[in-house]
């Protein structure tokens, strides 16, 4: 098993920006790819961002494309989002996730273990 827990969200305003981070617990965090997804009030749980297990591949859902960016520093177990130009269509819970592969997916169900989630809330 491995624990994860998100932090960095919060309120900001158009334009703005935040970092997430996700730190990791429990079994050995270099081995997995990791994802970020979201969810918006009455939404589906949707897939944001994946970074495979070294950092050298990242994939991204259309919508963040070119604003948003994952890395990892695996020294440290932690997984960020750094997520500029933020517009209020990206508010929501965000979820860190962990896959038990090396290689990025898009998938939900492709994840075997999720954070708790944190709010980022974008003010119009």
């Known amino acids: 098993q491995v624990q994860l827990v998100e932090s960095g969200g919060g309120l900001v305003q158009a334009g703005g920006s935040l970092r997430l981070s996700c730190a990791a617990s429990g079994r050995t965090f270099s081995s997995y790819a990791m994802g970020w997804f979201r969810q918006a009030p009455g939404k589906e749980r949707e897939f944001v961002a994946s970074?495979?297990?070294?950092?050298?591949?990242?994939f991204y859902a259309d919508s963040v494309k070119d604003r948003f960016t994952i890395s990892r520093d695996n020294a440290k177990n932690t997984v960020f989002l750094q997520m500029n130009s933020l517009q209020p269509e990206d508010t929501a819970v965000y979820y860190c996730?962990?896959?038990?592969?090396?290689?990025?997916?898009?998938?939900?169900?492709?994840?075997?273990?999720w954070g708790q989630g944190t709010q980022v809330t974008v003010s119009s």
């Open positions: 996730a962990a896959r038990f592969s090396t290689v990025v997916s898009g998938m939900r169900s492709r994840y075997d273990q």
């Open positions: 970074i495979n297990w070294s950092g050298t591949t990242t």
